[in-house]
């Protein structure tokens, strides 16, 4: 049986070399998957190769994160067992719910964006915009590093996990939707793991590929089954009900099942709790479940 591959698409804002990142990345998630299933962990620890990165942020901003600030942030969340009450405390705040019914507010009534998006905000939909309306073809660059990764392993006939964080889990649908409904491959995901994603948001939603198509056509049919994990206080994953959103591939038969899942993420950085971090993610236990029980199927331990 070839071996599985993991391809890992983060989200926005520069990220470190790739080769760094990915270190962090593998570490943070077999600690993830160490606290659903040890055993798997182990199986997994002894196939370092099987994760890769689309590293696209390079292509987007033309330029790494120096990966230091954040190398003792991640040795404190591999050293904690889970959230602590201080945790689970701040990501459910009144000032938290507050802001996240302003942007709820802001995705279901665009005009009033201006009014409500703080500097920081506004950013993010600047970089946003950039991707989603492709400007000077940046969407189409972002997307090959993406298929380029997916091609390689469906022609060595590996099972394929594909998650997307962020921004990277609408980048990894657009790419989905080309592969199958533009350019007909027959590759197909095994898993499509969705982390702190807009896939719920509205403004995205009208902006996806496939999205003037009709039925059917709206939805890549490459993806055999798809877990959605949203973290409480998630200011990027505003509605966290995949499952609803998406309920006509269920029902058109594109996809097995939907399942979504939510979760407290405890990373915290110079001691301020970052609840959409994807290293706080990747180092959750139902995280960690998810990937150690799609390893067992594709490696029929």
């Known amino acids: 049986m070839a071996r599985p591959v993991i391809i890992f698409v983060p989200g926005m804002k520069p990220k470190p070399e790739p080769e760094r990142h990915r270190r962090q990345i593998w570490r943070t998630m077999l600690e993830g998957v160490r606290r659903a299933d040890a055993d798997v962990a182990d199986a997994m620890s002894a196939c370092g190769d099987c994760l890769t990165l689309a590293d696209w942020t390079w292509v987007f901003y033309n330029t ?8 003792a942030a991640i040795e404190d969340l591999l050293s904690k067992p889970g959230p602590t009450d201080q945790d689970a405390a701040e990501a459910r705040s009144w000032g938290k719910r507050l802001k996240r019914f302003a942007y709820i507010l802001g995705d279901l009534l665009p005009f009033l964006i201006p009014h409500l998006a703080d500097e920081r905000m506004q950013v993010t ?14 969407g189409r660059r972002v997307r090959r590093r993406l298929e380029m ?4 392993a469906w022609r060595e006939g590996r099972p394929v996990l594909l998650i997307g964080h962020s921004l990277g889990s609408v980048i990894a649908w657009d790419s989905l939707w080309e592969l199958s409904r533009v350019d007909a491959h027959p590759g197909r995901v095994d898993l499509f793991l ?3 994603s807009p896939l719920g948001q509205r403004f995205v939603q009208r902006r996806l590929k496939g999205s003037d198509a009709e039925g059917a ?4 049919d490459n993806v055999r089954r798809w877990v959605n994990i949203a973290a409480i206080g998630e ?28 979760v407290l993420n405890f990373f915290r950085k110079d001691g301020e709790l970052n609840v959409h971090s994807e290293y706080g993610y990747l180092v959750n236990r139902t995280t960690g479940g998810v990937i150690a ?9």
């Open 64 to 71: 790494h994160a120096d990966i230091e600030p954040d190398l």
């Open 125 to 138: 939909l600047q970089d946003v915009r950039r991707y989603l309306n492709d400007v000077r073809e940046i």
């Open 149 to 152: 990764r997916l091609d390689a």
């Open 194 to 196: 969705t982390l702190g």
């Open 217 to 220: 056509e709206r939805y890549p």
């Open 235 to 262: 200011l990027t994953a505003l509605d966290r009900s995949f499952r609803r959103d998406y309920r006509e591939m269920l029902a058109a038969g594109l996809i097995e099942d939907i399942e979504d899942y939510e």
């Open 293 to 301: 029980d799609w390893w067992r199927s594709a490696t029929s331990m």
